[in-house]
């Protein structure tokens, strides 16, 4: 089982994955008869009742029910209901290489046996109610597991209603409270911050009577625990009495069970000291969470001294406020959705202001910094570190593009992400953004042109002719302005794709080369990089000699900077160009070589290519068995990143050759068994020596 997003490498968290899963015995056997009956359950209930934790005890013991396995897609970062289809599908592996991402999911999932989850629908309720209805519609054996404050609305779901723990009532003996699962977890999370703490006969009745009071809410309960790092139980039993006893802040809630986990998260916030306070408010705008550098330029001002901010993330930890995960870079601090709501709550309208501008800032800069269409040997660091930060740009990019004077600074937050979204596949939440911002952003400016041809680029990409072109002319109308000389080498750049995409591959490469020239002349490495991989890769069939010479100079280049990612589609267009120039043992080893590592790194664009190139260079040696497996399994990955090898006009004649060649060899009944067994592990991350072996 995965659960999407960005997953850290450890997690240390004392109300989640770190603890022990504490009861909800009949809550498990419940949801899975009724999963077993019905395609789509929701288990609804109010904040902090623990409906994820139970989803994720549910779907973990179902692992092995299903032969497509388990997908726990967390939405709770996800604020656009645009992005929900391609949120999604980037969950499952598919790249967005189409321009309907929806289109692609349903087609993907169709013949899985799957059970899919979807984590925290509440705030995106229609939009996860349309998804849900076309999925089950196109999908006869997915079933679904959702989590939500209120029920979908689609036909055929069913609905569980998540409780909170059962409590004693007074007056039980020390053996029937310690039966309750509201006591349960209160011991075991007091013992995870206090050793040694046991029910016993001398606290059972404080104990009763404290779940009580929290009203079995888990949520309630283990933000409770952890005040026993620093009091005894029974002042926390005597504080908790006189908070409960008090308004809830800003609470209007009807339900009693809101207004107690309402009073609880009063309390916990009033045992902060003032500046931990600000802190958790200016904390609740990380909807990925954030690590100490960023905490520490984004939140800290005359308030909130830098000096200090080091001890009130430890206090606002203890308090189990925040939760800590280690990631491979270092350590972030997030919080549950819950509590991130209530700092959101408490975060007064002054200080909204002026920490919105330095979220977006910050985040430009980071966005900056770790540009990944740099010949850089720390490519892939950056590239995951911008994975790992996404949530957050989102966040800075709906602020930016949520009024007209902070319009540009978005504009030039998605223009600078363009290579990660054709990396990470996500074409289309690229072109959300950008259009967005183009449609707040007018006039003539340098920003727009480049905004300009980076949305061409990824329409040009998607296959989506009728949206690119006219915004291309009109990006080489802004390039011809006054001041904007340094946007036409990329519109003559994206021209020449554009022209190849025509079947014009005399214009496209002519174009390529004088957006070389110019990328020269003004001496940008980087972006000549990217000229003489596609002079290299898409000339490769009208001229295969300069195409050889453009992949040479590539992949040169990115050995002596060391930028492996870069490397390895360096490696593919060389490898391609040698093909077509007729050496097919230099092609493929090559792209031998590029495939194992586009597989290490999980780009699927490069690697479905390198498996084809694979597939034409084991039918060059009568090896048709292996060239039927490796059209299989780039069949696979085609799929997944909605695209074909007709799409890329220098794929398409050589894989018609490839196929029409082994099924002949092969007979058909052995070319379609070994197509199939290729197509079975191309999704696998061993396909490559596994289809080759």
Not at 172 to 179: G, N, T
Not at 280 to 299: K, N, Q
Not at 597 to 625: K, M, P, Y
Not at 628 to 640: P, T
Request: aromatic fraction near 6%; hydrophobic fraction near 45%.
């Amino acid at each position: 089982m995965s659960r999407t997003e960005s997953v850290p490498v450890a997690r240390t968290d004392p109300l989640m994955e770190g603890t022990t899963f504490v009861g909800r015995r009949h809550e498990v056997s419940e949801a899975r008869r009724m999963l077993s009956r019905t395609r789509l359950l929701t288990l609804t209930g109010t904040g902090g009742v623990g409906k994820t934790r139970l989803a994720d005890r549910v779907a973990g013991t179902l692992e092995r029910t299903y032969r497509d396995g388990v997908e726990v897609v967390e939405l709770a970062t996800l604020e656009a209901g645009d992005l929900l289809g391609p949120t999604v599908a980037a969950a499952l592996g598919l790249r967005d290489a189409g321009t309907d991402p929806m289109t692609m999911l349903v087609d993907y999932l169709a013949d899985k046996r799957m059970l899919l989850v979807l984590d925290n629908c509440e705030h995106l309720l229609e939009d996860c109610a349309r998804l849900v209805d076309r999925l089950l519609r196109g999908a006869p054996r997915l079933r679904i597991l959702a989590t939500s404050r209120q029920s979908l609305g689609v036909s055929g779901e069913q609905v569980l209603s998540v409780p909170s723990l059962p409590v004693p009532d007074r007056g039980h003996q020390l053996r029937d409270i310690a039966r309750h699962d509201s006591v349960r977890l209160f011991v075991d999370r007091a013992a995870s911050v206090r050793p040694g703490f046991s029910l016993d006969a001398r606290n059972a009745e404080c104990l009763a009577r404290l779940a009580q009071r929290l009203e079995g809410i888990p949520l309630a309960i283990e933000l409770a625990a952890v005040r026993l790092r620093t009091v005894p139980l029974e002042q926390l039993s005597r504080e908790l009495e006189e908070r409960l006893d008090m308004p809830a802040h800003g609470s209007h809630a009807a339900l009693p069970r809101h207004r107690t986990l309402r009073a609880t998260m009063d309390w916990s916030f009033d045992l902060c000291s003032p500046a931990e306070q600000r802190l958790w408010a200016r904390l609740s705008a990380f909807p990925g969470g954030a690590d100490l550098d960023t905490v520490e330029a984004v939140c800290a001002d005359d308030v909130i001294d830098l000096a200090d901010v080091v001890d009130l993330l430890s206090g606002l930890v203890d308090k189990s406020v925040l939760v800590v995960d280690h990631w491979e870079a270092g350590v972030r601090y997030r919080m549950l959705e819950s509590i991130r709501a209530y700092g959101s709550e408490r975060l007064e309208p002054s200080e909204a202001l002026a920490l919105r501008g330095r979220y977006v800032d910050h985040y430009r800069d980071v966005v900056e910094r770790h540009r990944i269409d740099r010949l850089v040997p720390d490519q892939l660091e950056r590239y995951r570190h911008l994975q790992g930060e996404l949530p957050n740009v989102r966040a800075a990019l709906e602020m930016c593009l949520s009024e007209q004077s902070t319009a540009g600074k978005g504009l030039e937050i998605a223009t600078a992400m363009w290579f990660y979204w054709l990396l990470a596949g996500s074409l289309t939440e690229g072109r959300y953004w950008l259009e967005r911002g183009l449609d707040l952003v007018p006039g003539s400016g340098g920003a727009r042109g480049m905004a300009l041809w980076v949305v061409s680029m990824l329409a040009l990409r998607q296959g989506d002719l009728d949206v690119a072109m006219p915004l291309l002319e009109e990006c080489h109308a802004v390039a011809r302005q006054a001041g904007n000389e340094s946007v036409l080498p990329f519109a003559i750049r994206t021209s020449g794709v554009a022209a190849f995409s025509l079947g014009d591959a005399p214009r496209g490469l002519a174009l390529l080369e004088e957006s070389l020239a110019l990328h020269r002349a003004a001496g940008d490495i980087d972006s000549v990089a990217f000229n003489l991989y596609y002079g290299a890769a898409y000339g490769s069939m009208e001229d295969p000699a300069r195409a050889v010479r453009f992949g040479e100079e590539l992949l040169a280049l990115c050995e002596a900077h060391h930028a492996l990612m870069s490397r390895g589609h360096a490696q593919l267009s060389l490898g391609i160009a040698a093909w077509n120039l007729g050496d097919c043992g230099r092609a493929e080893e090559l792209v031998s070589e590029a495939a194992e590592f586009t597989r290490e790194i999980n780009d699927r664009w490069c690697l479905t290519q390198c498996l084809e190139v694979l597939a034409w260079t084991a039918c060059h040696r009568e090896d048709h068995e292996r060239a039927a497996r490796m059209l299989g399994a780039a069949h696979a990955l085609w799929q997944a990143v909605e695209a074909s090898p007709s799409r890329l006009w220098y794929h398409a004649r050589w894989h018609e050759h490839c196929a029409e060649r082994a099924r002949q060899e092969l007979g058909e009944r052995a070319f379609t068994a070994a197509f199939r067994e290729g197509a079975r592990l191309g999704l696998e991350r061993r396909a490559v020596s596994a289809v080759g072996a």
